[in-house]
């Protein structure tokens, strides 16, 4: 227990305020004596600004940790969570989290309390693995921008959330554009289609509809269910005239095995 609090002293004492600082190791250090912390959170301010995210980060910690009443607090625990969402590692993108969501409990009536959403947004983002591997933190990013767009529908920030969003559902309905091709290589036609179908459902903005509703067509047609098959083929060719699997689509229905008629009914597409 001492060696932990010897380290987290040595570490907020390594944070340079530019000011006195003596007793590093020992169980004192010198303090600004304004009970506001004002000296204290403009050095952190100039630090962001330097992009010395590190010492700022530190500095809006010890801000937060010494002066409870300060007036400056809203404004520390956004930065604290910007100083570590620009470090751009995965423990201090977690932190940034947890940094902006104490911003909005504690200051849910605050100015920027849409900017501290998108900014929980960003950082899972920032956290999201490829399509190939656990989606995680891919869901919460997806989550938090759903939050974002429910909560404030009016922020400046909404075209940035939006672009930034796309990214997020694309990854999603990769990761079960793969699963679902993984199933239709080994015959599992219906675990193909289950696979389509909630990726069509759950991110119907990805841009990837094209591959996902000629998995559908693909599953049917490999299961010698031609009319089903054509279903789908027709509604690739006149959704997505131009998709990579366009031109195989027409090929299919010009056979004349495949002539569907999509009566427009499957909730799974719509």
Not at 125 to 137: H, N
Not at 211 to 236: F, T, V
Request: charged share 25%; aromatic share 10%.
């Amino acid at each position: 227990m001492r060696a932990s609090q010897g380290w987290l002293l040595t570490a907020i004492c390594a944070v340079v305020l530019g000011m006195a600082v003596s007793g590093c190791g020992t169980a004192s250090m010198v303090l600004p004596s304004d009970t506001a912390g004002t000296a204290l959170f403009e050095q952190a301010q100039t630090f962001l600004a330097d992009g010395k995210n590190r010492q700022a980060a530190g500095a809006f910690e010890t801000l937060l940790r010494n002066y409870p009443t300060s007036p400056h607090l809203a404004e520390a625990r956004i930065g604290q969570g910007r100083a570590y969402y620009e470090q751009n590692r995965n423990d201090r993108l977690l932190l940034a989290v947890n940094a902006f969501r104490n911003f909005l409990t504690y200051h849910p009536s605050h100015a920027q309390v849409d900017y501290a959403q998108l900014m929980i947004a960003m950082s899972f983002t920032r956290l999201m693995r490829s399509a190939d591997r656990d989606q995680s933190q891919t869901r919460a990013a997806l989550q938090a921008y759903q939050d974002f767009h429910e909560d404030y529908p009016d922020s400046r920030y909404r075209d940035l959330a939006e672009n930034n969003m796309r990214e997020v559902v694309d990854t999603l309905a990769q990761h079960e554009i793969q699963v679902a091709m993984f199933q239709l290589g080994r015959g599992r036609y219906d675990a193909t289609r289950q696979r389509a179908h909630y990726a069509l459902r759950n991110y119907p903005q990805t841009s990837f509809r094209c591959d996902l509703i000629n998995l559908l067509a693909e599953s049917h047609w490999r299961e010698g269910d031609a009319r089903q098959a054509g279903d789908y083929y027709q509604r690739l060719v006149d959704e997505h005239p131009d998709c990579d699997y366009a031109g195989d689509a027409r090929k299919r229905l010009n056979t004349g095995g495949a002539v569907g008629s999509l009566n427009g009914d499957d909730p799974g597409i719509r």
